[in-house]
């Protein structure tokens, strides 16, 4: 392992401007004018031995003052062109290349004692090929600062004109010299001889012609078309002039967004059109010469190479196989050798932060390229450095997670640099950065602070990366302020877990997964983010901040503001809806709701008064959706449910009050599982929120994704709910006379405990109920005690749902019905009166089991009754049978008489079927008890018939009078959805 090399605030030292200015530097933007003409104090830059300190001596800069020098210090040379164009775009160096020419000229020799003059002196040898005086030969620099719009008498003296201010700069103090050549402005050959006319080398620098093209044109036009004149004759002078150099900052018209009136516009397309032919236009930085910039200018140091290569190295050896292939394999990681070189460049800055700035920083239209590279840097640097030297935390490298947004002033710098479009974004990624990543003035803000606050400082990593959510939404910040290579938006998740990577043990890509997916994925993550959908694995998912509202923000948004309570309330209502879809072979499905729960949580107290107030006690199999919120099993303290539900049944120190308590099964949810369908329901609730807001519902396309997003999590959390609710809960038989609670835990993911059918085939596993066709005269008689013959049919009945050593019975009455019918038939049992006389069933529905007067019997105590009247055969007093005309018996095997129609015995004429009309005329009252159950058992008679298919025609009208007008949107909804005509009125 590599040993821990000396952290880098305690190896390079900040220029004292640097420290004073706590990192903003107020002269990033040299001035011409300032270091030059000013009269007063002028700014260190103004020393050449300052200004050679804090330039880097860039190839391209180093060239273009080489060959300036050139054309000024070897007489008559022609080596070197005479006019030069400086054309960036703000902050690309102009000015302050302007300012190294300005020392060159004034102070060649100081400046010659710099690197930056030593490396201009040699490549000006390598151009001529011999030594240049080291004076220049005493060159006079002829400085317009154009962009001194306000100049005094005391900058030009009585000149107004450009052409007059360049005389008077040329002749000062010699005023003779400027009246005779000031009438000759617009005269190449005069110009050309007052060039001559000084007897030394002559440099003419205009910084920033245009400014003063723009007020001329916009005050005295006259003047402005004099002015032109003047540009173009000094131009063609200065071409035809020994040892005389001209250099011109314009900035190149697609990257100059000033603004010119018509005549303004037409100054500037000629001064184009005069500086391509008669100038060479160059740069003084280019884009990889940022990382030298940034070094030479805020340290007074270079970086000592055994450290860079020690720290280069401790990350190298950090990178572990799954760091490798999971991270930087996609981001194209160079080798250990490569990587050396450019930590050495970049250092104390990450190299790819180095290349973020210079690959697609500089690329982009707006950022002023050297000046925001410097400003930004060099605030970060100044805060990393103030926190690495006071004890705190501070990356081995800096990189673009590592740039402190609750720093303001960095924070202001980086969305001032030019990278945000306009001032309204940039105002609102200012709220976004406060918002989800954090708040300098807060503390308690900032969805990654938050987190990174919170997180559990007994983690092995925390002390080494403890800002690690924190530097992942700042890499994603930065790269979502402009459009990258290509046109992509954001950052690739390959690129946000690489920013958060420090040489540590412990921290690891499973680690670095999990804070990633807090921060984009989680209720607690950020809320301003998108995701841009990758395609395989040549163009990845990309993460971006965005200012405008999106589908999934404001799902982020509304989800962030989602009550518990109301997601929890979601999970019922959704297992309540699944439940009610089907309710067979229960009679009844019981919805089973309580309040929200209090602040105290759970109780029992709570729980028992949710079921007295919800349960419903009757002669029925029901199954009874249990309020998630209330109840659940397993995975931590569940006695508060267990106990509610012994209550429930009648059992336990708290039995409830109930008499039919072994038809009644419960569906209870799993609380681990309910925990996971939580997040889920938050997700449906927001979409569904979403999809009513106001904007979303007036553009008809977001409409139409709201709806299908939110249909998709319903589905979702569905499926989630269905797995949650995977516990039934019984009546179970315990011994001969005793009873139990039962619980079943549905295993298979395809069954759930609210679809009846699967509850029933549950139950029907641990001999709780019969299957569809079980229960036939074997069962009965098996199920049959001693103890239940002579009991009046009622008794029989009834013991089915109130014992639990009866188990259910599919069909119900009906079933019960049919089998006493079939085995009174055929023997096994018989029936019997009150006064001992057998009871005659000669079809089942002769079997009323409501009847209190007709007993059930063992058949070896009842007497042969009579076919006709049922009496005991010895009490007949019914006539003879009737015997066979053919035979003469009563009783015989003789074909049936012909038929009417066909005359033969047997045929297949047929009888035409009889049908009865059934009309009813019911009125019940909401304070009739008694009439509300009959009229409930009527119609599910009435119901079990139209399924049966034993009704061939209904014409009903019913009308209701219904108090609660959720029931009343309900029986609608389902009116309309089986096609029938409802009508609504309130009364």
């Not at 190294?100 to 390598?126: C, V």
Request: net charge negative.
């Amino acid at each position: 392992m590599t040993d821990s090399p000396t952290p880098w605030w305690n190896i390079m030292t900040l220029r004292p401007e640097v420290i004073t200015s706590g990192g903003v530097i107020s002269d990033v933007r040299m001035s011409l004018h300032s270091a030059a003409l000013a009269s007063g104090a002028r700014p260190p830059y103004s020393r050449p031995d300052y200004y050679g300190e804090i330039t880097h001596p860039a190839g391209s800069l180093v060239d273009f003052m080489a060959r300036v020098a050139v054309r000024l210090g070897v007489p008559h040379s022609t080596q070197t062109p005479a006019v030069w164009r400086l054309d960036q775009a703000m902050g690309g160096g102009k000015s302050h290349g302007l300012v190294g020419l300005w020392h060159l000229a004034t102070y060649p020799r100081l400046l010659a004692d710099t690197d930056l003059g030593r490396e201009i002196i040699k490549s000006a040898l390598d151009i001529t090929g011999r030594p240049v005086d080291p004076d220049l030969n005493s060159p006079l620099c002829v400085v317009l600062d154009c962009d001194n719009t306000t100049a005094t008498e005391e900058d030009f003296g009585p000149a107004k004109t450009l052409g007059e201010r360049f005389l008077w700069r040329l002749f000062q103090p010699d005023h003779n010299l400027y009246e005779k050549y000031r009438p000759h402005l617009t005269n190449k050959a005069k110009l050309g001889e007052a060039l001559q006319t000084v007897g030394r080398p002559i440099l003419v620098l205009i910084d920033e012609i245009m400014d003063y093209l723009r007020v001329m044109a916009a005050s005295d036009y006259d003047q402005a078309v004099l002015d032109m004149g003047f540009i173009r004759a000094v131009l063609e002078a200065v071409n035809t002039t020994p040892n005389c150099a001209m250099v011109v900052a314009m900035i190149a018209s697609d990257k100059d967004n000033m603004a010119m009136n018509e005549k303004g516009i037409q100054f500037r397309v000629e001064m184009e059109d005069l500086l391509t032919r008669n100038a060479s236009t160059t740069a003084v930085t280019s884009g990889g010469d940022f990382a030298d910039i940034i070094q030479k200018r805020l340290f007074t140091n270079p970086p000592p190479n055994d450290v860079t290569h020690l720290v280069a190295d401790l990350y190298a050896d950090a990178i572990t196989p799954p760091w490798h292939n999971k991270v930087f394999k996609r981001l194209n990681h160079p080798g250990r050798e490569e990587f050396r070189k450019r930590v050495a460049r970049s250092y104390p800055f990450h190299p790819n932060l180095i290349a973020l700035a210079e690959d697609e920083w500089a690329t982009h239209a707006g950022f002023q390229k050297v000046r925001s590279t410097i400003n930004v840097f060099a605030l970060a640097v100044y805060e990393q450095t103030r926190r690495g030297q006071s004890g705190e935390w501070a990356p081995p490298l800096i990189d673009s997670g590592d740039l402190p947004l609750d720093h303001p002033p960095l924070r202001d710098a980086l969305l001032n640099s030019g990278l945000v479009e306009d001032q309204k974004t940039s105002a609102n990624l200012r709220e976004v950065a406060t918002i989800d990543i954090t708040d300098p003035h807060n503390p308690d803000r900032g969805t990654a602070h938050q987190l990174d606050a919170a997180r559990d400082q007994t983690w092995a990593w925390v002390a080494g990366n403890p800002r690690a959510a924190e530097r992942m939404a700042t890499a994603m910040f930065v790269r979502s302020l402009n459009p990258r290579a290509g046109g992509e938006r954001g950052a690739t998740e390959a690129e946000i877990l690489a920013a958060s990577f420090v040489p540590i043990r412990g921290y690891e890509t499973g680690d670095a997964e999990t804070v990633f997916g807090q921060l984009v994925q989680s209720d607690r993550g950020m809320v301003s983010i998108d995701s841009i959908p990758g395609q395989g694995r040549s163009v990845p998912k990309r993460w971006v901040f965005e200012t405008r509202k999106t589908l999934e923000m404001l799902t982020r948004a509304e989800k962030a503001s989602i009550p518990d309570a109301d997601r929890d309330k979601a999970i019922t209502d959704r297992a309540f809806a699944i439940a009610q879809r089907t309710r067979k072979p229960f009679r009844r499905v019981l919805l089973v709701e309580g309040p929200p729960v209090p602040a105290g949580g759970v109780t029992l107290e709570g729980s028992l008064q949710v079921l007295k107030e919800e349960l419903v006690d009757s002669r029925e199999t029901r199954l009874a959706i249990l309020d998630s919120r209330w109840f659940s099993l397993f995975n931590g303290d569940d006695s508060a449910t267990r106990d509610a539900l012994e209550a429930g049944f009648g059992l336990g120190p708290l039995p409830l009050s109930t008499e039919w308590a072994s038809s009644l099964v419960f569906a209870c949810a799993n609380t681990a599982l309910r925990a996971q369908a939580r997040g889920l329901a938050a997700e449906w609730l927001a979409r569904k929120r979403v999809s009513e807001l106001p904007p979303v519902v007036a553009d008809s396309d977001m409409l139409e994704k709201a709806k299908e997003e939110t249909r998709k999590a319903q589905q979702q959390l569905d499926r989630r709910v269905r797995l949650c609710y995977q516990h039934i809960v019984y009546l179970a038989p315990k011994g001969t006379h005793q009873r139990q609670v039962g619980y079943i835990r549905i295993k298979k993911d395809t069954s759930t405990a609210l679809h009846a059918a699967d509850v029933w085939n549950a139950l029907n596993a641990e001999e709780k109920a019969f299957a569809a066709g079980q229960f036939n005269q074997q069962a009965l008689m098996h199920m049959l005690r001693e103890s239940d013959y002579g009991r009046p049919l009622r008794e029989i009945r009834d013991i089915w749902w109130s014992n639990p050593h009866k188990p259910l019975l599919h069909d119900g009455e009906e079933e019960l019905q049919h089998t006493l019918y079939q085995a009174v038939t055929d023997g096994e049992v018989a029936l019997v009166g009150d006064g001992g006389e057998p009871h005659k069933a000669i079809r089942a529905a002769d079997i009323n089991l409501n009847l209190p007067t007709v007993r059930l019997l063992q058949p070896t105590l009842t007497q042969l009754a009579c076919d006709t009247c049922g009496h005991p055969t010895d009490k007949c007093q019914c006539p003879e049978p009737p015997v066979c005309a053919a035979c003469g018996q009563s009783k015989c095997e003789c074909p049936p008489p012909p038929c009417s129609k066909c005359g033969k015995s047997q045929c297949q004429c047929s009888t035409p079927k009889k049908h009865w009309q059934v009309t009813f005329n019911i009125t019940v009252s909401s304070s009739s008890e008694e009439g509300k159950a009959d009229l409930a058992y009527l119609l599910r008679q009435l119901a079990n018939r139209i399924e049966e298919g034993k009704v061939d025609h209904v014409n009903q009208m019913a009308q209701l009078i219904i108090g609660d007008q959720e029931d009343v949107h309900t029986l609608e909804q389902l009116a309309k959805d089986a096609g029938f005509t409802i009508n609504i009125q309130d009364i």
